[in-house]
């Protein structure tokens, strides 16, 4: 599975924004550091939010957590 | 409008429906009169059975948008306070319900257990279109020092795993992921799991003393503010209310694969 990496400031600039007016983008830290959005934000955005951004597609690599807590 | 058995009964456009479907239909802009009838029978179905005013959210996943899915059926507002649906991450919404993408989305209900539910009596409810065994929570919300409420509807060992207000997990083998998957508080004492008809698990457990006092979320978990376990499973419906009995648990399945029945995406 692919993601779109963020830089640290890009990260916070989406943060509250919304990609199509109603769903809200969705930061997220990967195991390796890496800020990121999916795939499904970054094709289906309709706002000026990621405008002249060309984000890298990267590996999805999650933070691996206990289940269940 | 006019009287009838189960209460006002609104009409619109020649056709009369209950007045909470019909508040529903308004306000979720659903048009489809495929769709406008089976949030009607689901509606009259709920409370004919005397269900409906167990049920703090339902969300009927109806409409194929975002905007629409985001709507609760019981209290068809758009506030926090009617637990208005707020999507997070790369959410897919088409007209078989609200797919979530495994990496990053959710849907936040603004629902703060602590504050809503009763300690002694709830039931959460996940209707899944997609088989997949995944370590990934459909319904959680966890914060420290208070208790826990999670639905794992099949975790990466095949079996669906729950929990309200214990610590105890319920952990029972499941075939596949999809259907109607229910855990349920009946009482202060019992915990059961519910697959579509069948009551899967019951078993002896103590409620705690406290509940969780931040917001539940459908798609992944809520662990102290934080996302948890991604889900991609498909959501076609979803509940969160008061605990139920057998019969109501069984009647409860039967309004909502009728539902699901009606617009073509039962599982």
């Known amino acids: 599975m692919k993601v779109r990496q963020l830089t640290t400031q890009q990260k916070d600039q989406l943060v509250g924004q919304t990609y199509d007016g109603v769903q809200f983008f969705n930061p997220t830290l990967d195991a390796d550091g890496n800020w990121f959005i999916s795939n499904e934000e970054y094709f289906n955005c309709t706002t000026d939010a990621l405008f002249g951004w060309n984000l890298p597609e990267i590996d999805y690599n999650p933070v691996i957590v206990e289940f269940p807590i | ?267």
């Open chain 2, 1 to 267: 409008m006019i009287l009838a058995n189960h209460g006002i009964i609104a009409s619109s456009g020649g056709v009369s429906f209950d007045a909470d479907a019909q508040a529903f239909i308004t306000a979720a802009a659903i048009t489809d009169s495929t769709q406008q009838t089976a949030i009607n029978t689901l509606v009259t179905d709920l409370k004919t059975a005397n269900i409906w005013t167990k049920m703090k959210a339902l969300y009927p996943f109806v409409g194929g948008t975002a905007a629409q899915h985001r709507f609760n059926l019981k209290d068809p507002r758009t506030v926090n306070a009617a637990f208005y649906l707020e999507f997070f991450g790369g959410g897919t919404h088409s007209a078989n319900g609200y797919l979530p993408n495994g990496t990053t989305a959710f849907a936040d209900t603004k629902l703060v257990p602590n504050t809503i539910l009763q300690l002694n009596s709830s039931h959460f409810s996940y209707y899944s279109r997609t088989n997949v065994s995944e370590s990934s929570t459909e319904m959680m919300v966890y914060t420290s020092g208070q208790s826990i409420i999670d639905l794992y509807v099949r975790f990466t060992d095949g079996n669906m795993l729950s929990r309200i207000y214990n610590t105890t997990t319920s952990t029972t083998s499941v075939p596949s992921s999809l259907g109607l998957f229910l855990m349920n508080r009946p009482d202060a004492n019992t915990i059961k799991q519910h697959r579509n008809s069948d009551i899967i698990s019951s078993s002896s457990s103590t409620s705690a003393s406290t509940k969780p006092n931040i917001n539940l979320y459908i798609g992944s978990g809520n662990n102290n503010g934080t996302t948890y376990g991604f889900s991609s499973k498909e959501s076609a419906f979803s509940s969160i209310g008061d605990g139920l009995t057998d019969t109501e648990a069984a009647n409860f399945y039967t309004a909502v694969q009728t539902y699901q029945t009606t617009l073509g995406r039962q599982v």
